[in-house]
């Protein structure tokens, strides 16, 4: 496909040239499946834009041209408006529309009666749109799909949306041709197998990566502290960054961290310089009053989380700052490319670690930046609660003929290896529950035609599952707002679980201030100002990420190596000290300390298995220890430790990591744990066996629904092969359990246990006593412990327990 | 019995930690808001599928209770089926099962507002039961003395150090009891909140159920 002379005009009047890749991408315009990997800046937009512009520029196409695809909802209404300008100063006959959440329900029904020629949706509303009986008739003369931000989408539940999405369009229209927009990625083939319907084949166009960033750590006479993950020391050198920068990104991990840093920067911000804060849980005015503060250049510093990190264009940012160790070296190299949004020009980041372990692992990441090496997770086989969705999806837009569908989902490239016994059984879940026990025939969701096709018993349940679409877990939410302002903007949400822990006069932080919690009005938190205490910490949210596999083999290699290159001194004699007393730890080995303390024995695992995994192998281990009499009391993790500590000394560690012995009690000790439960409930609710909580349903009966965890014990105890309960198994093993890592990190070692038997702690062992995050061994302890709070409650209220 | 005895107009009581009460002097078990048949009814109206064993379950604790404590009378108090279709859709073994139960026992069901007619199950069925000093009903009244209800699920929270800890309670003091929900697929109204707080008077206990009864005081919003 060629430039067109209109366009060339526009182009040169504008005084832009196009970018090579842009050009190259044009002449592949009439391939089925085309990825193109470019960095931030890159103009990737108006790369997957550029053949439906020209295309519909003689004005012939009628209906539905292309479907744009973004993973925010933000990033429609920004392309919505960087699409325009070049409609309106052509005058190109094109009509535009977006399509999300935000859409009001006129607009939405207008545009199934009339589509515009572009529509810009995000996977959520694309799965509703084909559930639809009239979805034929929407989608008739689609042309193109864009799908942008590929690599966010690639790697959740919400790619494999999509994909059976795009699957059901590629059977409505046969000549649909997909163009997918990544980042740089670390396996750009993934994701084109991904996208494209299987077996096409989708060729990839690298862009020109552009210069290597200015990239350093940001570290000052202070060393940052010996544990933690705030970094709230390195406030006045972060202070200092920001006035000698235009405008400066400060990224965080977590929520919580990033509240309490905005807060300590906010206490010594003497110059008060306009520094703003911008995160998930905040409400959405809020957020935008953020964004349109940003986009006009009023603020000098954003204080933000992964909320950010995908490409609404945000002008001029000339620093990238990252708090804590980024623990992905992927993440960092995105969150990099937010700075300087010129293509060709260096983006300048600084990285901060929040505590002395962090120098290393961010030393290691910038290793790995300068050297190009890039991380991430194989991308899962396409998810069986997904396919469950999409089926019950489907049966609101017609009858469903299992084997044509079956057929077309091994279309989607994450489902081409599904067998038909597994499609078999999401088809069962969907029609009667897919239960071991049958009963109530006659109630079936989705009834057998006779013809062997598939159809909803009850109409009126196609309203019910639309409303249930989706694939993001909302966890529930409260609103915060200030007391006796009722209709006053909220201040933004804390989870279900948090508010529960409060009592009126316990402060915490939201939106960078400290507020008093006073009570809880009609599921609203209710807060007050005056609060002059040391905020509680806020616990909304926030994911642990756990170090990557690569970052931490980097780090076990300087170790090995001895290549201390960009570390201060301080760190270097920390290293020297630790291998005169102990060992630093190997790749090969598995470094085990154990040293009496107080009057605790204590055990060390240096496993740097990342922080989930970590955790697991502290339950495990300290279960082993319970079963060997060896009386543990608690334990705590780090991304690269586990600290156990407990009344018995451990003489031979090597019989507690006994492989057999630790994967037996594994898969008893799944069943039982509160991981299993939320990823049940994250599945289920996917599936559709659970609704999600609807506005407006929550006040009334309460007493009415109940909690997915009886629904799974039920399932537990008599029917514990339920397709749910199999799916829920094999996510919590791969995401918070993360037990995979455990025993590659077996595997790695093979059984070459490096025991030291030390006097006392060692200098990699010392950070772990001042670490949060203590768990304590429960048994019979959690019964204890209720049953003497009870009693002292009792005693408190001056009451007598007479039984 | 191992459980929270009390004492109610008279009569002395234990709230077993099953979540029944057991009244020793009349050799009698009480249960409220069993909601049998719940997973048919949500699917007969085409709700979720729930797993099809929340009867099975109910009944097999029901079960164990009484052979633990040897109850000669079993009070039913109200909701003890969803609704009374799923009372008659229930399955023929679940009923011959539950015809076993009531072999050898005074049955009473008390109505509820999601069973408000004659059951076909054997056993006699009731507005409510007086049993003096006590009465038992399904929703508590204003402004009586000695009476058992259920109804509103009541539950009740723990806070241990920032997690808490929820489960279904007995809601206790000098004038009445509203018992927690027995049934398996039942969810729970927390004790601070409106209808229970007013109900209850300030110094009511709530006796949490689980592997122990213990008592608290009534957890309130102020």
Known sequence: ?803 | MEGYQFSLTGATMVALPSGALWWAAQNLLCVSDLHLGKSERMARRGGAMLPPYETTDTILRLEADLRATGATTVVCLGDSFDDLEAERGLPENEKLWLTRLQAGRSWIWVEGNHDPGPVEIAGSHLAELPLPPVVFRHEAKTGVSGEISGHYHPKARLNLRGSSYVRPAFLIDIDRVIMPAYGTYTGGLHAHTAPLCDLMRPDAIAVITGSKALAIPMPRDK
């Open chain 1, 1 to 803: 496909m060629e430039i067109s002379s209109k366009f060339d005009h526009w182009l040169t009047s504008r005084n832009w040239t196009l970018h090579p890749h842009q050009r190259e991408l044009l002449s592949y315009a009439a391939r089925p499946a085309q990825l193109l990997i470019a960095p931030t800046g890159a103009g990737k937009t108006l790369s997957g834009f550029l053949p439906t512009l020209l295309e519909l520029e003689d004005g012939t196409h009628t209906g539905l041209h292309t479907l744009y695809v973004s993973p925010l909802k933000a990033l429609a209404a920004d392309i919505k408006r960087n699409l325009q300008t070049p409609i309106d100063e052509m005058d190109l006959p094109i009509r535009v529309e977006d399509r999300t959440g935000d859409t009001s329900n006129t607009q939405k029904k207008r545009q199934r009666a009339e589509p515009p020629h572009i529509l810009l949706t995000t996977p959520e509303s694309l799965a509703l749109l084909i559930s639809y009986p009239d979805a034929p008739k929407i989608f008739s003369g689609l042309k193109r799909i864009v799908i942008d931000e590929i690599h966010a989408l690639a790697e959740s539940k919400r790619g494999d949306q999509l994909m059976l999405a795009l699957s059901r369009l590629q059977s409505l229209c046969p000549d649909l041709r997909r163009v997918g927009l990544s980042a740089t990625v670390d396996d750009p083939d993934a994701i084109a197998k991904t996208m494209a319907a299987h077996p096409d084949p989708c060729p990839i166009l690298f862009a020109d990566p552009g210069p290597a960033p200015d990239i350093q750590m940001l570290i000052g006479e202070t060393p940052p502290p010996w544990a933690g993950a705030g970094a709230a020391y390195s406030v006045p050198m972060v202070l200092e960054q920001i006035e000698k920068h235009k405008t400066t990104l400060i990224f965080h991990n977590t929520r919580a961290q990033a509240e309490i840093f905005f807060h300590a920067l906010w206490l010594e911000n003497e110059a008060r310089l306009p520094i703003a804060i911008h995160h998930g849980s905040l409400d959405r005015e809020q957020r935008q009053k953020v964004e349109t503060a940003m986009t006009q250049g009023a603020l000098r510093a954003v204080v933000c989380t992964g909320s950010l990190d995908l490409g609404i264009d945000w002008g001029d940012v000339d620093l990238v700052i990252q708090i804590g160790a980024p623990k992905n070296i992927k993440r960092l190299v995105q969150r990099i490319g937010r700075a300087n949004h010129q293509y060709n020009a260096p983006s300048k980041a600084m990285i901060v670690p929040a505590n002395r372990f962090e120098i290393i692992e961010c030393q290691a990441a910038l290793d790995a930046v300068l050297a190009g090496e890039l991380d991430g997770e194989t991308l899962p086989v396409g998810q069986l609660d997904v396919l469950c969705q999409h089926i019950l999806l489907l049966s609101c837009a017609g009858p469903i003929d299992p084997i044509a569908l079956f057929n077309e989902v091994r279309r989607a490239g994450a489902y081409s290896g599904l067998s038909r016994a597994e499609f078999d059984d999401c088809l069962d879940f969907c029609a009667t529950g897919g239960y071991a026990l049958r009963r109530y025939e006659q109630w079936h969701r989705l009834k057998d035609m006779g013809d062997g096709t598939y159809t909803l018993r009850d109409p009126r349940t196609a309203s019910r599952i639309r409303m249930n679409a989706g694939t993001i877990q909302d966890t529930d939410t409260l609103k915060v707002r200030m007391q006796r302002r009722r209709g006053g903007a909220p201040l933004g949400e804390v989870e279900e679980a948090f508010a529960a822990t409060l009592t009126p006069g316990d402060t915490f932080l939201i939106g960078g201030q400290v507020v008093r919690f006073e009570g809880l009005r009609e599921l609203v938190v209710e807060v007050s100002k005056r609060a002059n205490k040391e905020p509680k910490i806020a616990v909304f949210g926030g994911t642990k990420f756990a170090t990557s596999t690569q970052l931490s083999e980097r780090i076990l290699h300087k170790f090995e190596t001895g290549d201390f290159r960009g570390l201060p001194d301080y760190t270097t004699d920390w290293l020297e000290l630790q291998k005169t007393m102990s060992v630093l730890p190997q790749r090969q080995t598995l470094l085990i300390e154990t040293f009496p303390r107080h009057d605790r024995h204590h055990l060390c695992v240096f496993g740097f298995a990342g922080r989930n995994a970590q955790q697991t192998l502290g339950l495990l281990l300290t279960k082993r220890m319970e079963e060997e009499g060896l009386a543990p009391l608690g334990f705590v993790s780090t991304d690269y430790a586990t600290l156990i500590w407990g009344l018995d000394p451990v003489r031979d560690p090597a019989t507690l990591l006994d492989h057999q012995k630790l994967e037996g009690g594994f898969e008893n000790w799944l069943a039982g744990n509160a991981v299993m439960k939320r990823s049940f409930r994250a599945v289920a609710t996917i599936a559709g066996l659970i609704e999600r909580n609807l506005p407006g349903q929550r006040k009334s009966g309460r007493q009415a629904t109940f909690s997915s965890d009886i629904l799974y014990d039920t399932l537990l105890k008599y029917d514990p092969d339920h397709l749910l309960m199999r799916i829920a198994q094999i996510e919590a093993m791969r995401g918070l359990v993360d037990f995979g890592r455990i025993r590659n990190m077996l595997d790695r070692v093979e059984g070459k246990i490096v025991h030291k038997a030390l006097p006392h702690l060692s200098p990699f062992s010392a950070p772990l006593f001042l670490e949060a995050g203590r768990i304590p061994v429960k048994g019979q302890a959690i019964e204890r412990l209720v049953a003497n709070e009870a009693a002292q409650l009792m005693a408190e209220a001056g009451l007598k327990i007479d039984a």
